[in-house]
């Protein structure tokens, strides 16, 4: 099609489909490699193309187990540096350590960008990523960073919906921005609550501002851990006299009791992307629909392989 033998697509063990699905939607075969464990668990890599002067991207997610596909993507970005490849995208779809990105108490370390610095030294020339928990996130790197985000899919996804009479509800105060744009898309108010966080799995939706009585809410986030703040917020929407309820996110991180949470949810669906693939157990939770982000991460390689323009990519957002 528009692609040549100058770009290579790896992908790390993460999520394997969505890096297949990349490559479908580029018209490419995925690159050669060979990921093996010595017996002591220690990872190994070879590729079996060569890249040296070629411009390589590889996709991984950063999504559990965290540590290892870490661990996997700085080795095949290592890999890549010494077999001379002319330059070198690391693709991380979901950025894991994304929400531990200040100090906000004494003697903890800021891990979101520790792992910037680990990608950089590895060898990432560059990073495209989606939905950063916070979009501040790139000044971490000292290395371009495109930034996409799950928006352009899911509001394409709820567009077709037509939902009228509609409320787009931000579950607390860090998802503002997100919310204002969602209902800019469609044209619906705003509503927002008040969250209270007492630990990592433990939050309370404690008021709303905004009407939500008698109207179709959409409900976004950008992660959904362990479903607490969501969950937390439908509850609250559902008694305050919400009709029907959507719940939208780009990572299903789906950690702890998310799965129990969502499945008892007042919810008529929970819609996230593929940048983590969903497991078993989830695929059991009959109302979690999964959009595709293949083809927009797709997009991106391409335009960056060409030195195009990504971020005109989002004028259709
Ligand atoms: C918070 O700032 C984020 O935007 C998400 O709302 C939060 O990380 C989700 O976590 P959980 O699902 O564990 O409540």
Not at 1 to 6: A, C, G, I, Q, S
Not at 93 to 105: H, L, N, T, V
């Given at each position: ?6 770009l ?7 999520n ?16 050669g ?27 991984q997610s ?10 996997e ?9 010494r ?8 693709v991380i ?13 004494g ?11 680990l ?12 939905d950063?928990?916070?979009?501040q ?12 985000t799950?928006?352009?899919?899911l509001s ?18 860090g ?28 939050v309370e ?15 976004c ?14 509850s ?7 009709a029907?309820?959507?719940i939208?996110?780009?990572h ?5 009791q998310?799965l129990?949470r ?11 992307t ?9 695929k ?20 960056t ?13």
């Open positions: 099609m528009f692609l040549n033998d100058n290579k697509i790896f992908s790390g063990s993460s394997p489909a969505l890096s297949g699905a990349v490559c479908k939607y580029l018209r490419l075969p995925l690159g490699a060979k990921i093996e464990r010595f017996p002591d668990g220690e990872k190994a890599l070879k590729l079996e193309d060569d890249v040296r002067g070629r411009d390589c991207f590889v996709v950063t999504c559990k187990p965290v540590d290892e596909n870490l661990m993507l700085l080795i095949y970005l290592d890999c890549l540096r077999a001379s490849a002319q330059r070198i995208t690391a779809p979901y950025f894991g350590y994304a929400r531990q990105d200040r100090k906000d108490e003697r903890v370390p800021i891990t979101a960008k520790l792992v910037a610095n990608i950089t030294a590895a060898g990432a020339n560059r990073v495209l990523t989606i950063l928990h916070a979009a996130l790139q000044g971490f790197f000292d290395i371009p960073v495109d930034h996409l799950g928006e352009l899919v394409d996804y709820f567009r077709a919906k037509k939902l009228s009479n509609l409320t787009v509800v931000s579950p607390d105060v998802n503002i921005k997100m919310a204002s744009r969602y209902a800019g898309h469609f044209g619906g108010d705003l509503a927002i609550i008040h969250k209270k966080r007492f630990s990592g799995s433990e939706a404690s008021e709303i501002i905004g009407k939500v009585k008698g109207k179709n809410v959409l409900m986030d950008d992660i959904i851990a362990t479903a607490g703040t969501v969950c937390g917020a439908v609250l929407v559902k008694q305050r006299g919400a029907k309820i959507y939208c996110a780009t299903g991180v789906f950690a702890g998310a129990e969502l499945a008892k949810a007042p919810a008529d669906e929970i819609v996230v593929d940048t983590i693939p969903l497991t078993q157990e989830a059991k939770v009959k109302n979690i629909k999964v959009l595709s982000v293949s083809a927009m991460l797709g997009e991106a390689i391409k335009r392989h060409r030195n195009e323009s990504v971020s005109s990519l989002f004028n259709s957002v």
